[in-house]
């Protein structure tokens, strides 16, 4: 059997880390039809949209997709190809794991956070007007509504169930906003309920920007309204070794899509140089959703391994506070080769 996923490869550096991607999960041996649709910056000449229906088509066909990123054309009228496939195929949870991989150098070593971060709504729903004369002031609505609220919270305690997870954290800021905080911490407290085996707290989002920076590993599951997450998942990747290994999905109750948490780095792109590790632990976070835990493992241990032993790591971690010793940086292919190369072994006693 072999999986069919929609795979775009996404502008800037998006193509070598994808490359890189597709190589390690490969190595599983697990069988994949990749449907290759471009969309972004590249196709817009010929297409006059950055996100072509035969991008949405095949998505909507494969119901799985795994995207590098995609530059947002600045003053072009075009909306964000992101913004838009979350909008159009209702992809509502962002998820967002946080581990400690990259050693001695990181902040903390011990962090293990995932951020479930509602993605329809909120702060970033679009809604804003100008008030007054000569844009005297501007208003962007902060819509928090029921229903989502209800479906990202029980999202979030699913997932930990489903992922054997202990705890979950709401966070929010109810004791200033208090409807529309007020309303998520009602819907998180009510729905807390149905889950007793899942420990449930709940944090203000600015008492748990700092727990994080203090203490990060007594965090498990965070689950918040959309700007609060965009923030604090950054703020999660960062501490945990940053966007060169921070990986990310977006799931709705139809489509997943998975894709790194950084953007095209333009000016690395065609040179060989970025890291691959977010991409490639994105592919990892595809194949546990696609249950198939195994081989997700042996992805997560060989990068995990690779990184650890510093012989074959990119320039952001061949940087001395990682490596304590001067180590020659390796090309995104060499790690990813060495990242496959261990996998294989792996996948061979799976
Ligand atoms: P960026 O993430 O592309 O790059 C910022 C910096 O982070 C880079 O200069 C580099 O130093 C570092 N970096 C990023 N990825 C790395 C990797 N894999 N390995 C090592 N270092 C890495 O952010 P930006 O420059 O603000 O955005 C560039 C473009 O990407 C913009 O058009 C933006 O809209 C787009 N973007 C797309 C997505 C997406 O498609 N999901 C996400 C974020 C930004």
């Given amino acids: 059997m072999s999986y069919k996923i929609s795979l775009i490869p996404g502008d800037g550096i998006g193509p070598e880390v994808t490359n890189a991607m597709v190589k390690v999960v490969e190595a599983t041996g697990i069988g994949f039809d990749w449907d290759v649709v471009e969309a972004g910056e590249k196709v817009m000449a010929k297409e006059k949209t950055p996100l072509p229906e035969y991008v949405l088509d095949s998505i909507k066909k494969n119901k799985v997709a795994i995207k590098g990123p995609i530059t947002t054309p600045i003053g072009s009228g075009f909306r964000s190809v992101n913004v838009a496939l979350r909008q159009i195929l209702d992809l509502y949870a962002s998820i967002r794991p946080a581990r400690s991989i990259a050693g001695e150098g990181t902040l903390y070593n011990d962090i293990d956070v995932v951020v479930v971060r509602e993605a329809t709504e909120g702060l970033y729903s679009g809604i804003e007007h100008w008030i007054g004369r000569e844009k005297y002031g501007a208003e962007t609505v902060n819509l928090i509504t029921r229903p989502a609220s209800e479906r990202i919270v029980k999202f979030a305690f699913e997932y930990a169930i489903k992922e054997k997870r202990k705890k979950i954290t709401a966070v929010h800021k109810a004791n200033i906003m208090k409807y529309t905080g007020g309303l998520f911490q009602e819907v998180a407290q009510t729905i807390s309920k149905q889950y007793p085996q899942i420990y449930f707290e709940e944090r203000l989002v600015d008492n748990m920007a700092m727990q994080l920076v203090k203490k990060p590993s007594a965090y498990d599951v965070i689950v918040t309204t959309n700007l609060f997450g965009d923030i604090l998942s950054d703020l999660c990747a960062g501490l945990a070794g940053g966007l060169g290994i921070a990986p990310g999905a977006i799931i709705g109750e139809k489509y997943a899509l998975f894709e790194p948490v950084?953007?095209?780095?333009?000016?690395?792109?065609?040179?060989?140089?970025?890291?691959?590790?977010?991409?490639?632990?994105?592919?990892?976070?595809?194949?546990?959703?696609?249950?198939?835990?195994?081989?997700?493992?042996?992805?997560?241990?060989?990068?995990?391994?690779?990184?650890?032993?510093?012989?074959?790591?990119?320039?952001?971690?061949?940087?001395?506070?990682?490596?304590?010793?001067?180590?020659?940086?390796?090309?995104?292919?060499?790690?990813?080769?060495?990242?496959?190369?261990?996998?294989?072994?792996?996948?061979?006693?799976?």
């Fill in 262 to 350: 950084h953007g095209s780095a333009p000016k690395y792109a065609g040179q060989n140089m970025v890291n691959p590790v977010a991409t490639i632990l994105s592919g990892e976070m595809m194949l546990n959703y696609l249950g198939e835990r195994k081989a997700a493992n042996a992805i997560w241990t060989s990068v995990y391994e690779t990184i650890k032993e510093k012989r074959y790591v990119t320039y952001d971690l061949a940087l001395p506070e990682y490596t304590q010793k001067p180590v020659l940086p390796s090309t995104t292919s060499q790690m990813a080769d060495e990242i496959a190369r261990k996998v294989k072994e792996k996948a061979a006693i799976m």
